[in-house]
């Protein structure tokens, strides 16, 4: 009697054992990068003066893999083949240089597990750019830095006429030119994804310090795969790169104690002349608060900074760094 109790109870506990390590099954197969660029603190110099964003949801072993470039970091999101977040450190040396943009494709990162690779025939035939998001003229000083940023880690699908080559490439340039105003600024940069249930994604004006009512419209398809010959641009798929509802970037001047956040859709954006206003009023128009990127993210940042300054600069709406 004692030994069919000691056998039932050891199995009820193999049982749990089992219930516990399964989940981590699938990530221990792929085994987690552990080479040194995947280390954030072989990159501190990036980030170490604003902390690293910390997740504010629920995450899967090997879910995601720090790769440390020459002038950015990212973490990679291993289910959705894009980053998650990427971080630079601007200066104005780095900015200031006359290199123009290398004639050079995006590649896979190879510091990722294979599983959660994205590959240049993802984007074949999808409609969407493969846009950086540490843009490649951010390191005009050095060729090989700009190379460094061809890496499908710091891309994600973005529209592409309308949206990545005109607005969002105005954007960067914007960014380009507040690093050579104030001689150094940190950026941080990344997708925002659609809704669970597939609505649109609302900041109120009453939620916003800023003033603005941001809307990410619903989308139809949620990733991007394959580029089969015969295939169009509205191939569905499951397991292929996300795209993205809408991009968020944020600015932050440490000395100046400043920060300006924006979240932009994944959209076409009327050029100059059709919407009557310059890029500057546009791009402020898109203003939002630290706190507002956060809710949307999932995502906590500056965790390098005393709460209560901390909580200023996120909760409010401080002068635009944009002129």
């Not at 998650?84 to 601007?90: G, P, Y």
């Not at 700009?146 to 710091?154: L, P, R």
């Not at 580029?227 to 809408?246: F, H, L, R, T």
Request: charged fraction near 25%.
């Amino acid at each position: 009697m004692r030994e069919s109790s000691w056998i039932g109870n050891f199995g009820k506990f193999a049982v749990l054992l089992l219930s516990l390590i399964w989940p981590l099954g699938s990530a221990t197969a792929q085994q987690c990068p552990s080479s040194p660029v995947n280390n954030p603190q072989m990159c501190k110099n990036l980030w170490q003066a604003i902390g690293l964003p910390e997740s504010n949801k629920d995450e899967r072993a090997c879910q995601h893999t720090f790769v440390c470039h020459k002038g950015y970091l990212v973490r990679h999101n291993n289910e959705t083949k894009t980053p998650d977040w990427v971080i630079e450190r601007l200066t104005r040396e780095t900015v200031e240089a006359l290199n123009r943009r290398p004639h050079k494709n995006f590649v896979p990162e190879t510091a990722v597990p294979e599983s959660g690779q994205a590959i240049d025939r993802d984007y074949l035939r999808s409609g969407y750019a493969r846009g950086h998001q540490a843009a490649s003229a951010d390191f005009a000083f050095d060729t090989p830095w700009m190379e460094d940023t061809f890496f499908f880690s710091n891309s994600v699908p973005q529209v592409g006429g309308r949206f990545n080559s005109s607005i969002w490439s105005q954007f960067e340039k914007r960014v380009r030119q507040i690093a050579t105003e104030r001689g150094e600024i940190y950026v941080i940069t990344g997708p925002i994804y659609q809704d669970p249930e597939n609505k649109e994604i609302v900041i109120p004006v009453e939620q916003n310090r800023c003033g603005n009512e941001i809307v990410l419209p619903a989308l139809v398809r949620k990733h991007i795969c394959g580029g089969k010959k015969g295939s169009g641009p509205n191939m569905q798929c499951d397991d292929g790169v996300a795209i993205p509802a809408g991009l968020f970037k944020i600015i932050m001047d440490v000395p100046g104690n400043r920060v300006n956040a924006y979240v932009l859709p994944n959209r076409d954006h009327l050029s100059s002349k059709q919407r009557g206003s310059s890029t500057d009023r546009y791009l402020n128009s898109w203003r939002v608060s630290v706190l507002n990127v956060e809710d949307h993210s999932g995502y906590d940042f500056f965790p390098q900074l005393e709460r209560h300054s901390r909580g200023l600069l996120e909760e409010g709406c401080p002068a635009t760094m944009i002129r």
